[in-house]
């Protein structure tokens, strides 16, 4: 059983909850329509209805097997009329090269609910939940990638605490270079 996480509200921004993503989301992902940037940079089909329903079913898919653990946030209403629709997508996929674990992290946000922070605040509580729940199987550190040119995306990276680590050279489907960005769990240190 996965978690449901939330991030607590600020003064300036409301809680964050997030859980599964449903067929019953179908609708909604396909009322936000054609939209470039998330068809380029998230390859998330965008606008096609049957497209968006396996995508859904990935997602189910991934969290069966355990290497797609995907999340929808959704903003909570202040008033107290619960969350509305989803705002925004983030996934922690895990691969094991051979020995430990290795994360990566990805992400969008609806067009209509850009600019709001939303993106680093949720992928954060993700990070935090991904350390926690994979300390014993030995997840020491999240990679984030995103083509140079991604500048909303390298200030969501650095936002949610990830450094720059590595310009990577261009590769399929990229044709310009990549920024890996990195962030190590924090292990305390006894008094
Ligand atoms: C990258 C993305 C997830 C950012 O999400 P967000 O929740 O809007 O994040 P933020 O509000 O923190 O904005 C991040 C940056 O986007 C830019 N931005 C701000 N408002 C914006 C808007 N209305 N539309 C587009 N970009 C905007 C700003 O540069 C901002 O940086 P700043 O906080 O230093 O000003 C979102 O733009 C998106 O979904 N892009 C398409 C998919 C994508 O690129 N995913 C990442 C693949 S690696």
């Known amino acids: 059983m996965v978690a449901v996480l939330e991030v607590a509200a600020t003064p300036w921004a409301p809680a964050l909850a997030l859980r599964a993503w449903h067929h019953d989301d179908v609708a909604m992902l396909t009322r936000m329509g054609p939209d470039d940037a998330l068809r380029r940079w998230a390859g998330f089909p965008a606008g096609n209805t049957e497209e968006i329903r396996q995508w859904v079913t990935a997602q189910h898919d991934g969290r069966e097997s355990g290497d797609r653990i995907s999340y929808a946030v959704r903003e909570v209403d202040p008033r107290g009329s619960g969350a ?5 997508h983030v996934v922690l996929k ?14 969008w946000t609806a067009p209509y609910a850009r600019g709001r922070n939303i993106a680093a605040r949720a992928l954060d509580v993700l990070c935090r939940w991904a350390f926690d729940e994979y300390a014993s199987a030995g997840l020491a550190r999240l990679e984030l990638i995103h083509q140079v040119d991604n500048h909303a995306s390298c200030r969501v990276a650095a936002k949610a605490q990830f450094s720059l680590l590595q310009v990577l050279p261009p590769r399929p489907p990229w044709p310009l270079e990549g920024h890996l960005h990195v962030r190590d769990e924090v292990v305390a240190t006894p008094a």
């Open 84 to 88: 509305g629709e989803p705002a925004a």
């Open 94 to 107: 895990l691969r094991r090269d051979g020995g430990e674990p290795v994360g990566e992290v990805g992400y």
